[in-house]
């Protein structure tokens, strides 16, 4: 059936009564109108999930190719994944169990549950609301500047790579997880170095999805695949999976990169792959694998849940909201190098959510869901929701130029990074990856939108 403005009205209107009378049903049950037993939240959660993404893929212009319904694929599964298997459960793994026991029971669970089908629900509204189908742009750019772009951007991503493995075997991070959490731990230096690393990889894939075009070869791709695989092996999972993300997103801009059967067999192998990563990420030894159960990585990943169910537990040890403090914080620290403004050291720094969840509850990672809650409450998980939403959706709609894509998808790196950090870099990566991204256009004398 062809994408007509009236089937995307109809799409749109039964989207949106549907998601307005699952919120009912979440809020009447918040509220305790009606009383969810755990295990029926948890079912209604896989519910929700389900029916958004089916939502998303049906009513989105460009389906589930869309940064939308990648974007809230990427951030359900991270937030979700532990609450949707064990919904059915289908949690296999010892070591998971026992590493969810300490915290995945506690009544604060239950609330950040709550808050994740509120961000899912919020966000699914907002981005179908504001979703439209792009411009149609005929590409004029001369080949020969695309491709002299396609390879400035795969010489970084060679670069990068390198850089990656002469600091990963100087310091022993990649020996295994475990060996590379006691590096970044150990050196701030390193860690800032391998967060940077990883930022400009992304980027540079970036860059190469942006102008690949047929005939081009598959190098440079081929060459992130094989870091990935050495990536992955380490157990640097997200590292892998974001710019993996924004590249898809990007190629879909342009056009349907693989059909969905072939995307259905890539993603299953990839769950497989992380389930056996998982089995060997703390020791290295992968001579002893005895857990194949796909969904054990589905599990796995939602770990950022704990995000969530430790920033409620904060607040109900009378943790004050932060009214926007941490949003306002990286702008202030980037101005005091300029201004007379006072610059605490990093670590001093309540303000960076990074460092507090450090101190509280070691490397766990971060949520923009934690974040929101911790600023504004209840009413920062609808703002942050809002706001992604519809930003996102304004990228959908933008017609596909090389220009366009370029800054959309540098943009899009630092966001999905956010997925499982705090807000502390985004800013700075964000103008950061602006600036190089038109410096090396104008490198490759791509000065208008084509």
Same mark, same amino acid.
């Given at each position: 059936?062809?994408?007509?403005?009236?089937?995307?009205?109809?799409?749109?209107?039964?989207? &949106?009564?549907?998601?307005?009378?699952?919120?009912?049903?979440?809020?009447?049950?918040?509220?305790?109108?009606?009383?969810?037993?755990?295990?029926?939240?948890?079912? /209604?959660?896989?519910?929700?999930?389900?029916?958004?993404?089916?939502?998303?893929?049906?009513?989105?212009?460009?389906? &589930?190719?869309?940064?939308?319904?990648?974007?809230?694929?990427?951030?359900?599964?991270?937030?979700?994944?532990?609450?949707?298997?064990?919904?059915?459960?289908? &949690?296999?793994?010892?070591?998971?169990?026992?590493?969810?026991?300490?915290?995945?029971?506690?009544?604060?669970?239950?609330?950040?549950?709550?808050? %994740?089908?509120?961000?899912?629900?919020?966000?699914?509204?907002?981005?179908?609301?504001?979703?439209?189908?792009?411009?149609?742009?005929?590409?004029?750019?001369?080949? @020969?500047?695309?491709?002299?772009?396609?390879?400035?951007?795969?010489?970084?991503?060679?670069?990068?790579?390198?850089?990656?493995?002469?600091?990963? /075997?100087?310091?022993?991070?990649?020996?295994?997880?475990?060996?590379?959490?006691?590096?970044?731990?150990?050196?701030?230096?390193?860690?800032?170095?391998?967060?940077?690393?990883?930022?400009?990889?992304? %980027?540079?894939?970036?860059?190469?999805?942006?102008?690949?075009?047929?005939?081009?070869?598959?190098?440079?791709?081929?060459?992130?695949?094989?870091?990935?695989?050495?990536?992955?092996?380490?157990?640097?999972?997200?590292?892998? %999976?974001?710019?993996?993300?924004?590249?898809?997103?990007?190629?879909? @801009?342009?056009?349907?990169?693989?059909?969905?059967?072939?995307?259905?067999? %890539?993603?299953?192998?990839?769950?497989?792959?992380?389930?056996?990563?998982?089995?060997?990420?703390?020791?290295?030894?992968?001579?002893?694998?005895?857990?194949?159960?796909?969904?054990?990585?589905?599990?796995?990943?939602?770990?950022?849940?704990?995000?969530?169910?430790?920033?409620?537990?904060?607040?109900?040890?009378? /943790?004050?909201?932060?009214?926007?403090?941490?949003?306002?914080?990286?702008?202030?620290?980037?101005?005091?190098?300029?201004?007379?403004?006072? @610059?605490?050291?990093?670590?001093?720094?309540?303000?960076?959510?990074?460092?507090?969840?450090?101190?509280?509850?070691?490397?766990?990672?971060?949520?923009?869901?934690?974040?929101?809650?911790?600023?504004?409450?209840?009413?920062?998980?609808?703002?942050?929701?809002?706001?992604?939403?519809?930003?996102?959706?304004? /990228?959908?709609?933008?017609?596909?130029?090389?220009?366009?894509?370029?800054?959309?998808?540098?943009?899009?790196?630092?966001?999905? &990074?956010?997925? @499982?950090?705090?807000?502390?870099?985004?800013?700075?990566?964000?103008?950061?990856?602006?600036?190089?991204?038109?410096?090396?256009?104008?490198?490759?004398?791509?000065?208008?939108?084509?």
């Amino acid at each position: 059936m062809p994408y007509t403005s009236e089937r995307q009205s109809l799409l749109k209107v039964c989207s &949106i009564i549907i998601i307005v009378m699952m919120t009912i049903i979440l809020l009447t049950s918040f509220w305790q109108a009606i009383i969810f037993t755990r295990e029926e939240l948890e079912l /209604f959660s896989l519910f929700n999930w389900l029916i958004l993404s089916a939502l998303l893929a049906y009513a989105l212009p460009k389906g &589930i190719w869309s940064i939308c319904f990648i974007f809230f694929s990427a951030f359900s599964i991270f937030h979700g994944g532990l609450v949707f298997v064990s919904a059915i459960g289908l &949690i296999t793994d010892k070591d998971i169990l026992y590493s969810i026991s300490f915290w995945f029971h506690r009544n604060e669970t239950v609330y950040a549950i709550y808050l %994740m089908n509120f961000t899912m629900l919020i966000y699914a509204l907002t981005a179908i609301s504001f979703s439209k189908k792009a411009t149609a742009t005929h590409d004029t750019l001369d080949l @020969r500047l695309i491709k002299r772009f396609h390879h400035i951007g795969g010489a970084l991503l060679l670069f990068m790579i390198t850089t990656f493995l002469l600091v990963g /075997f100087a310091t022993g991070a990649l020996q295994s997880y475990t060996a590379y959490l006691t590096v970044i731990n150990q050196s701030p230096f390193v860690t800032l170095l391998f967060v940077y690393i990883y930022l400009f990889m992304g %980027m540079a894939v970036v860059f190469v999805a942006v102008s690949y075009r047929p005939g081009f070869g598959y190098f440079y791709f081929l060459a992130f695949a094989i870091w990935a695989v050495i990536a992955f092996k380490v157990g640097l999972r997200g590292e892998v %999976m974001f710019p993996t993300c924004v590249a898809a997103a990007i190629l879909g @801009r342009r056009k349907i990169p693989i059909g969905t059967f072939k995307l259905s067999i %890539m993603i299953f192998i990839m769950l497989i792959a992380i389930v056996i990563v998982k089995n060997a990420r703390l020791s290295g030894d992968y001579s002893k694998i005895d857990n194949m159960n796909p969904l054990n990585a589905l599990a796995e990943m939602g770990s950022s849940l704990r995000t969530v169910q430790e920033v409620v537990k904060w607040r109900n040890e009378g /943790f004050k909201l932060l009214y926007g403090a941490s949003y306002w914080a990286p702008f202030e620290r980037q101005l005091a190098l300029f201004l007379p403004i006072e @610059r605490p050291p990093a670590k001093k720094d309540k303000r960076l959510l990074n460092v507090v969840v450090q101190e509280k509850a070691g490397p766990i990672g971060f949520s923009p869901v934690a974040e929101a809650y911790l600023n504004f409450g209840e009413k920062g998980i609808i703002f942050i929701a809002f706001i992604l939403g519809i930003s996102l959706a304004k /990228f959908d709609s933008l017609a596909s130029t090389v220009r366009a894509d370029t800054l959309i998808g540098v943009a899009l790196i630092p966001l999905f &990074i956010m997925i @499982r950090n705090s807000f502390t870099f985004i800013p700075v990566q964000t103008i950061m990856g602006i600036i190089i991204a038109l410096i090396i256009l104008q490198l490759a004398k791509i000065r208008v939108v084509n």
